[in-house]
């Protein structure tokens, strides 16, 4: 099967070391969403030597298929030949400069094009820089202040929406309202006690949070959003940084059948190389073009290329079709396994963005041990988080995946039982 092998272990020595080496030197070795203390330590590699298509090899050599994706920004195969090779000439002619190149006006054209909603687009580098500039816009629109967010949802690392609370003062969030995800009636309610200073609401394309299974949208959830935000003239701002060419390549508002004002795109939008987009219609573009919003290296070239092959690439291949039924081939095994070793599962999220947890488990154990079982053995599963397929995973990846599964369902019957 491969070069994989479900009967090899690995072990982590350089890794551990690496780690070791980073404490001293940079706070926690490794922070936010890639600190080991979000996987299972001991059980997980820290550092990763190269990549390449689906697989990665850490620096012990070990190798995995991969099913993070780094979180997304891998949509079409890690060191895709097309795409690096688009980023790597545009390097040799121009990176970051004084002013822009000519893709910032010809990915603009290209975006403006493909997104339905979309009248203009600017650039940025994180999915955070665009997140906060949303809220931004739709206050300097509106002259109003509340933006209405679902509670837990990750929409980045600024003071707004950080999901851990310290550096963050009450004063931060002031003009944030949360409300319970999908729950109307508590989000009428929260809309009706701030309506007189109602900027507008913030949502991402599905609930797709950590340590909890991934959960579409109620029927009426976007219309009475996209009604409420109409009658107060506020602005319905998707954050589709995750799902960004996952779930359609016109915004994943196209795949749910709704239309946002403002679509915050990032992630998998360059295939890795370092690139946000925000997206929105003609009535933001006045306070757009208001609300100063810029970095350094935003109009860097070199990742425009990128995302200009990752699109080439994708509509070629006709990658979401490809990502969707590839992600439910991997679901649908993993249930037929888990049944075979008379075990609960729950598949959640849609094929491209699937995820797996044990059915009634709150504390994730079961979860922890399976993801660090299949892990030790060469598939990447993240315990707490969603998990990404992209359109260099095969068929083949998804049957050695699913051997060596079987190997860790095994081991979770046999710890836990059913
Ligand atoms: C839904 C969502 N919004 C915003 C962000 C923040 O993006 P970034 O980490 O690039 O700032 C993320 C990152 O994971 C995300 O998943």
């Not at 993070?68 to 920004?73: E, H, K, L, R, V």
């Not at 508590?186 to 109602?198: G, I, L, Q, V």
């Not at 154990?365 to 599963?381: D, Y």
Request: hydrophobic fraction near 40%; charged fraction near 25%.
């Amino acid at each position: 099967m491969g070069t994989l092998s479900k009967d090899k272990i690995y072990s982590f020595e350089k890794s551990t070391k690496l780690f070791e080496r980073a404490t001293k030197v940079i706070p926690g070795g490794i922070y936010g969403h890639q600190s080991p203390v979000l996987c299972v330590p001991g059980s997980f590699p820290y550092f990763i030597e190269k990549a390449e298509g689906s697989r990665f090899w850490d620096v012990d050599g070990n190798e995995y298929i991969d099913y993070m994706c780094a979180y997304g920004p891998m949509v079409v195969g890690y060191n895709n030949p097309r795409v690096e090779q688009a980023a790597r000439k545009q390097q040799e002619i121009l990176n970051v400069s004084n002013l822009p190149g000519p893709l910032w006006v010809e990915l603009a054209e290209r975006l403006v094009k493909q997104i339905p909603i979309a009248d203009w687009v600017a650039f940025a580098k994180n999915g955070s820089d665009i997140t906060t500039w949303s809220l931004q816009l739709a206050r300097e629109y509106t002259k109003k202040k509340k933006v209405l967010v679902a509670k837990s949802t990750y929409h980045g690392t600024h003071a707004w929406c950080t999901p851990l609370p310290p550096g963050v003062t009450p004063e931060d969030r002031a003009n944030i309202v949360f409300f319970q995800w999908n729950d109307l009636d508590d989000f009428m309610k929260k809309y009706e006690a701030n309506k007189n200073d109602f900027a507008g609401v913030i949502v991402t394309p599905f609930r797709h949070e950590a340590f909890e299974n991934s959960a579409m949208p109620g029927p009426e959830y976007y219309k009475t959003i996209r009604k409420v935000c109409d009658d107060s003239n506020a602005i319905m701002i998707m954050d589709d940084v995750r799902c960004s060419l996952r779930l359609n390549l016109g915004g994943s508002n196209e795949y749910f059948g709704f239309k946002p004002d403002m679509i915050c795109m990032s992630k998998a939008v360059a295939n890795g190389h370092p690139l946000s987009v925000g997206a929105a219609s003609a009535k933001l573009k006045g306070v757009a073009s208001a609300v100063y919003f810029t970095g350094t290296y935003w109009s860097a070239s070199p990742p425009m290329a990128a995302a200009m092959a990752t699109l080439d690439e994708l509509e070629e291949k006709d990658g979401v079709a490809y990502m969707d039924r590839i992600g439910k081939m991997l679901m649908d095994g993993l249930q037929k396994l888990a049944a075979n070793h008379g075990l609960q599962v729950t598949t959640s999220g849609p094929g491209a963005i699937p995820y797996m947890t044990f059915a009634n488990e709150k504390d994730f154990r079961r979860m922890q041990l399976f993801s660090a079982e299949a892990t030790k053995r060469g598939v990447f599963f993240h315990p707490h988080h969603n998990w990404f397929v992209s359109t260099a995973h095969t068929e083949d990846d998804i049957k050695q995946t699913l051997e060596i599964s079987d190997v860790a369902f095994e081991i979770v019957k046999k710890k836990f039982g059913s």
